[in-house]
């Protein structure tokens, strides 16, 4: 894995700053993580949501390899509001985008402006790379708009496909290929 390159750390859009999580970015990311409403669709994260788990998370992610495994926080005007992530996979020469955004800024782009920058880089820099996925509950509508918004064309519906809090759901996958980036 060395000898392959490594996103950017930084990445800027539009409106936004997208950079590596910092111990310093606690508060934000627990500001907007203990809202229900925000994790409804992110059930593998605990409930209640504690300033403990905004902790653990930082420093999750304060400790990924950087070549696998990638994630920015999404900052607006010096506040984390959200994050996304890539996770590579080399031997099929794919990766799985994940992102999330602070519900008060929901509905604003955001979440798009900052996806299609990280697909963006994703086949800029690993040239290589065939497609790049998404996967959302069904119900997630807006994770879905986002998807089909930065060129994602939606794959199929796995039923019943995961379990988490002891409730299965419908899993809907997108994807974008390599040609279609192009474009
Ligand atoms: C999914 C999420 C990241 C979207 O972030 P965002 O910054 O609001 O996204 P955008 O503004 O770029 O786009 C959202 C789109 O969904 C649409 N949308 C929002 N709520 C919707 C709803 N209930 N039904 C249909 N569309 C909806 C918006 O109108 C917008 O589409 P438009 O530009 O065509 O109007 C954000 O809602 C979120 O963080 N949710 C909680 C965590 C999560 O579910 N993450 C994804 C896990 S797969």
Redesign the pocket.
Known sequence: MADRPSLPKTLRTERLLLRPFQFGDVDDVYAYAKDPE?SR??RVLPRPYDRIHAEQFIARQTLLDWIEHVAWAAVLKDRVV?GIGLRFNFENRHAEL????ARS????????EAARAVIDAAFRTHEDLIRVHAR?DEN????Q??MQ?TGMTKEGVLRKFRVERGEAFDEAWHSILREEWKQ
Not at 140 to 143: D, E, G, L, V
Request: with cysteine; aromatic share 20%; glycine share 16%.
């Open positions: 925000w669709f992110l959200g994940g992102y999330s955004i800024e929901w509905g604003n782009g955001y979440c798009t959302a997630n509508t807006s994770s708009r986002v918004k």
